[in-house]
T-cell receptor, first 113, second 112 residues
């Protein structure tokens, strides 16, 4: 077990709604990265948070936003949900930089109808 | 062109056989390389890092070819439990935003 937890495990929403996903990082890790994995594809980097600030972003629109809290836990918020947002959302925690790899939580499976 | 490309497979492998597959990456500045394993509907889990000199972990051997910009994974004596999707990952180590860049995955099915 990685020690990274995510909630909820599954979620069903309708188009246009908003969703908040949560992640608790592994003890000692100060950085959280979020990834989106559509069915049959590899995970795609959404953004990363370090010391409560966004620290790098992938090719995702502004309706994808996030937060990091002083205890290093994090939230991913998606506004105006679209059908294509249906995916597995993965959170990974790690120290910033360095060569240590990232450890993933179990993910939140989001279905947008 | 995708940054990291993999043959999606599936590779159908008899139990006990050897299977190998590659992954190519486009950014020559990539510094670190990994293989992750992902079981159906689960999160990716680190299988092994890939070092310049090549490295082995039990039945798994990883190689890096920087000149041709590819990494490989070889699985010897395949077990039924090796059935999974294998994700190739590259990254650059930097202070700001060391994102992991994933390939699409290679599916391996080990059959009795």
């Amino acid at each position: 077990e990685t020690g990274v937890t995510q909630s909820p495990t599954h979620l069903i929403k309708t188009r246009g709604q908003q969703v908040t996903l949560r992640c608790s990082s592994q003890s000692g890790h100060n950085t959280v990265s979020w990834y989106q994995q559509a069915l049959g594809q590899g995970p795609q980097f959404i953004f990363q948070y370090y010391r409560e600030e966004e620290n790098g972003r992938g090719n995702f629109p502004p309706r994808f936003s996030g937060l990091q809290f002083p205890n290093y836990s994090s939230e991913l918020n998606v506004n105006a949900l679209e059908l294509d947002d249906s995916a597995l959302y993965l959170c990974a925690s790690h120290p910033l930089g360095g060569r240590e790899t990232q450890y993933f939580g179990p993910g939140t499976r989001l279905l947008v109808l | 062109r995708k940054e990291v490309e993999q043959d999606p497979g599936p590779f159908n492998v008899p139990e006990g056989a050897t299977v190998a597959f590659n992954c190519t990456y486009s950014n020559s500045a990539s510094q670190s390389f990994f293989w992750y394993r992902q079981d159906c509907r689960k999160e990716p889990k680190l299988l092994m890092s890939v070092y310049s000199s090549g490295n082995e972990d039990g039945r798994f051997t990883a190689q890096l070819n920087r000149a041709s910009q590819y990494i490989s994974l070889l699985i010897r004596d395949s077990k039924l439990s090796d059935s999974a999707t294998y994700l190739c990952v590259v990254t650059m180590i930097k202070a700001a935003g060391n994102k992991l860049t994933f390939g699409g995955g290679t599916r391996v099915l080990v059959k009795p």
